[in-house]
């Protein structure tokens, strides 16, 4: 495995769950969302700091390594030429190590930070050029953002904490009362409404940077390593909490870590980067089963394959009748949870997707799989 990554940055704390524009104005109402239509798409985007930084994407300087871009121009490209698109409804996952380029990513996406170069829209609208007042909507109404450091405001109590971006939107204290009230029990704060952030718990107070999230009931939601700071219990807690709220409420969310083994368990599909650029983009499964080079093949080492690799990729052809009959499994089970149906069954267990029997799974092809071969009988 690479090295630990050092803490991440604390520049979170100075910032508000939905920017810290002032209050007032009407809300700009919400474009219906297409669901063909990408909620971010972002085209060679970069983000350099320092002197003379617009000119470096396109120039010679371009390619030059970090170390030496900084020592010839005095420049750090924290984001370089970067593209992908987040589709309606997934978790994406940016990941990478500390100082790969995570935060100002998620940043560029509202504009919290200017990108350099690039293009960027969300739902189908030029973010690059959009005007204050557009931003602010953005911002809040459309993307929130959860910070590790949870951003809270500590002389207010869990539910105004949580009312805190409806009242910048300029919600009518009841309803934004009512609304918070909501919140509460959604992610299990009930009973703490009246305390404080310094009565709670770490876990406790993320709960509520993740309720002040959602309260605004915003499109995307933006997670900047939310549960870095929090002991592995309560964080595998938290995950949990994100994966229960994803599976009912479907809200498409980019959510950035540090950790592999976070990143595994929560993305559709998960970028992940290195020195500003993303050196692979795929599911769980293509990123495990097929690095791009050897630095993922390094990050991705240790991950028990069989909690990752699906039986669709181990399966093999299947052969006289074998498809016929016996015990069935769906193409997505992993090669872990088929384990126990192929050593129940004794015979090759067929893989079924809309009556149709794609291959075969048995002990060897589910071996194989785990210690990283192609079934090289399938398909
Ligand atoms: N405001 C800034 N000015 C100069 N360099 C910065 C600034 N913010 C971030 N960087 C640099 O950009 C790189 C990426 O930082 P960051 O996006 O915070 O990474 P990550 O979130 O992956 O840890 C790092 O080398 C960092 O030092
Ligand atoms: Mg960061």
New binding site residues.
Partial sequence: MPAT?AA??T?ETTETAAGAAPAGGPAVPAVPADPAVPVFSVRGLWKV??PGADKIPGSAHANLS?RELRERTGC?A??RDVSFDVHRGEVFVVM??????????VRCLTRL?EPTGGTLTMDGEDVLAMDRAHLRDLRRHRASMVFQHFGLLPHRTVLDNIAYGLEIQGVGRAERRARAAAMVEKVGLTGMEHRRPGQLSGGQQQRVGLARALAVDPEVLLF??PFSALDPLIRRDMQEEVIRLHREEGRTMVF?T?DLNEALRLGDRIAL?RD?RIVQLGTPEEIVSSPADDYVRDFVRDVPREQVVTVRNAMRSAEDGEGRSGETVAPDTTVAEAVGTVARSGAPVRVMEDGRCLGVVDAGCLLAAIAGEKAVAAR
Avoid: Q, R
């Avoid at 990478?96 to 990513?105: D, I």
């Fill in positions: 990554p991440a940055d520049t700091f320092g970090a750090t924290a984001v990478g190590l500390s100082g790969s380029g995570k935060s100002t990513l930070i900047d390593e950035i540090h980067m500003g």
